[in-house]
């Protein structure tokens, strides 16, 4: 079918993002495309050996950009694509790419740039919609997310944007019938800054062990509230778990089968892949009401599984308990949650969706030539051009330090800010449209 290169950070071992990649890599494959995953190298933050590890089913390769600079990054992306020739760049998020194809271009070189979008947020779209000149295609895995992009002044046009949800593999075993105790899960990162509201465990726990003498809370995850909720669970001693990160096999075999119903508190989510893969095994999802889930109609309110508002683990916990007290909705509920994932989002369909998509991609008359970017020109303050500078720190092995993963390989970032203002206000008119459609409105 043809070469594609995926461009994926590595400095999350474990993540949604990671096991999209997987399953992307391994859909394309079987299709007759010939995939490499090029994973970010820096410094300190970005190691593609910890990838390989997990992941060793990757065909993969190092784009080199630990001199810590943007232009180190531009050029170890350019590298990169030079030496794999792909026909089709996949990029999950790294900022610096949009700059290398568009230099690549400029020089000569006739490659493809299929830029997906994760999440819901303004900037990640404003940040595409800002590189529409570059960016051939957009993927988005979030309905919210695809209707700004695909509507109102400067979007993309239909031919040149796709809403592909993630895949959920079928469970490994089926999930355990149990009267005593009520297990309740959590997957996903213990954070708070990435909207997971990892801190709402607590209050949630606290609440439910009041209303149920017998529930359990199983947790598997890792990130910066990982001590705060080790510490959280340290009263509760039997009935808090905490398993720290666990892999989808992992989560599948030992997690996932164990546990009725699932908690998620985040404020937004791209497309909730931790909830999905929970449903898949007939466990019933109690979610927070995140951006765009109604739009979205992965999680159906009394339908497969049920919601309550962001900020109200309380609210969680009385309809968690709720369901421990009538066994009859919550196998009602479970039944439905796991019809719904094997019917819609199964990995057969996800492979052939990004198939046809790739292929459709490769197919578009391409973009305009662009002009010589500004950044091949740039001074730095020795009087040479950034390029020229960058060849000289790559020879001294001059290395900038960073104090995060986002500073050493940025993700998406938007230098408009009206865009990105403007596109917050229309994701919420869509949003707020989609919630009063919702049956549960």
Known sequence: MGRALIIYYSSSVVCGVGTWVESLAQGLDERGWEVTVGLAWGRHFHDPRRIGACRPSLRTCWIDGRTGTEEGRVQAIERTIRRVRPDVVVLTCLDSAFEAVRRLRYGGTKVRLLATNHGNFAHQAASLLERIDVVDMAV????????????????????????????????????????????????????????????????????????????ELWIAGDGPQAGAVRAMAAPFAGRVCCFGRLSRTQLYQDFYPCLDVLVSFSSSEGWGLSIAEAMAHGVVPVSSAFSGIHLEGLVREGVNGLVFPVGQPARAAELAAGLFCDPVRLDVLARQAAADIQENYSPARFGNAWSRTLTDCLALPALPLVSQPVSLSRRSRFGLREPQLERIRRLLRRRVPHASAGEEWPHYRCGDAALTERLAREMAVIENRGASSSPSA
């Open 140 to 215: 988005c895995v979030g309905r919210l997310s695809f209707e700004v992009m695909s509507s109102g002044a400067g979007a993309f046009p239909p031919e040149r944007i796709r809403h592909i949800p993630n895949a959920v593999p079928p469970p490994l075993r089926a999930r355990e019938v149990h009267v005593s105790p009520f297990r309740v899960g959590y997957a996903g990162r213990l954070d708070d800054e990435a909207c997971k509201r990892a801190s709402d465990l607590g209050p949630f726990f606290d609440a439910l062990a009041r209303l149920s003498t017998t529930a």
